[in-house]
C-alpha cells in the first residue's frame, strides 16, 4: 500500500523565519515520483516540484529548497525567509509508475497549513 | 491557456438532488481523475480514467459516477446527493508518460444541505 504522512498540521512562523515542512511516504514500488503542491487561500493547487525515485539530488529554486532522502522515504520542504505570500496549505504526493496497478494517480498526504505572520 | 476547467464553481444541492460536475482539459492527456478535499484528509481520489474510454474506482467511489465522454471530458455525477458528500471536488489530468506532472482544476465548492 502507499500512503503519505505530513505529520505537521500546522506551522506557524514570523516572517523571514526559515520553515521545513515533513513529508514521510510509504511504498513498494522501487520506481516512483514525490510532488509538493501549494494551495493558497484562493483555493487552487499549484504545482511545485517533481522528482523520481532515482533521483536524491536536493534541489533549490529561489527560496524554496528540497531534501530527498531515500534512506529514510522522507521528502522534506524548505522556505528560506518565508513571506507572508508564503501562506498556504501545502500537499506532498506520491505517484507510481504509469502501466502498473497505480495508473500514474497521486496519493496525497493530509496537507500542512503554513502561517507566516508579519 | 485554459488547462483543466470545471463547471460549476459553486453549487448548493439538497438532499436527494442529483447533479453533474463537468471537466474538460485542451493539454491533449490521456488520464483524468476526480478528487474530493476534506479538512484534515488531503485530498481523495473519487474516479479515474486512464484512457478514453476506462474509467476505474479510487479510494472513495461510493455514491458517485463518473463518465469519460472523450479524450478532454470526464464528467463526476452525483445521483443522489448526500451530507457527507459535501465537498470540494478537484478534477485533474495527466499525459501518459511516467512522472508527468498533474494539473489541476480550480475546484468546485458543493454543499448539500
Known amino acids: 500500500a502507499q500512503k503519505v504522512t505530513q505529520a505537521q498540521t500546522e506551522i506557524s512562523v514570523v516572517e523571514k523565519e526559515d520553515v521545513t515542512l515533513d513529508c514521510v511516504y510509504e511504498?513498494?514500488?522501487?520506481?516512483?515520483?514525490l510532488f509538493w503542491y501549494k494551495q493558497p487561500p484562493s483555493g487552487e493547487l499549484v504545482f511545485l516540484i517533481r522528482?523520481?525515485?532515482?533521483?536524491?539530488q536536493n534541489e533549490i529554486s529561489g527560496r524554496y529548497s528540497w531534501n530527498f532522502q531515500k534512506s529514510t522515504s522522507s521528502f522534506n520542504f524548505t522556505i528560506t525567509a518565508s513571506q507572508v505570500v508564503d501562506s498556504a496549505v501545502y500537499f506532498c504526493?506520491?505517484?507510481?509508475?504509469?502501466?502498473?496497478?497505480?495508473?500514474?494517480?497521486?496519493?496525497f498526504g493530509q496537507g500542512t497549513t503554513l502561517q507566516v505572520k508579519p | 491557456n485554459a488547462g483543466v476547467t470545471q463547471t460549476p464553481k459553486f453549487q448548493v444541492l439538497k438532499t436527494g438532488q442529483s447533479m453533474t460536475l463537468q471537466c474538460a482539459q485542451d493539454?491533449?492527456?490521456?488520464?483524468m481523475y476526480w478528487y474530493r478535499q476534506d479538512p484534515g484528509m488531503g485530498l481523495r481520489l473519487i474516479y479515474y480514467?486512464?484512457?478514453?474510454?476506462?474509467?476505474d474506482k479510487g479510494e472513495v467511489p461510493n455514491g458517485y459516477n463518473v463518465s469519460r465522454l472523450n479524450k478532454r471530458e470526464f464528467s463526476l455525477r452525483l445521483e443522489s446527493a448526500a451530507p457527507s458528500q459535501t465537498s470540494v471536488y478537484f478534477c485533474?489530468?495527466?499525459?501518459?508518460?511516467?512522472?508527468?506532472?498533474?494539473?489541476f482544476g480550480e475546484g468546485s465548492w458543493l454543499t448539500v444541505v
Open positions: 485533474a489530468s495527466k499525459g501518459n508518460r511516467s512522472g508527468n506532472t498533474i494539473y
Open positions: 511504498t513498494r514500488d522501487t520506481t516512483y515520483y
Open positions: 522528482r523520481n525515485s532515482f533521483d536524491e
Open positions: 504526493a506520491l505517484s507510481g509508475v504509469h502501466g502498473s496497478s497505480n495508473t500514474g494517480k497521486l496519493i
Open positions: 493539454m491533449n492527456h490521456n488520464s
Open positions: 480514467s486512464a484512457s478514453e474510454g476506462t474509467t
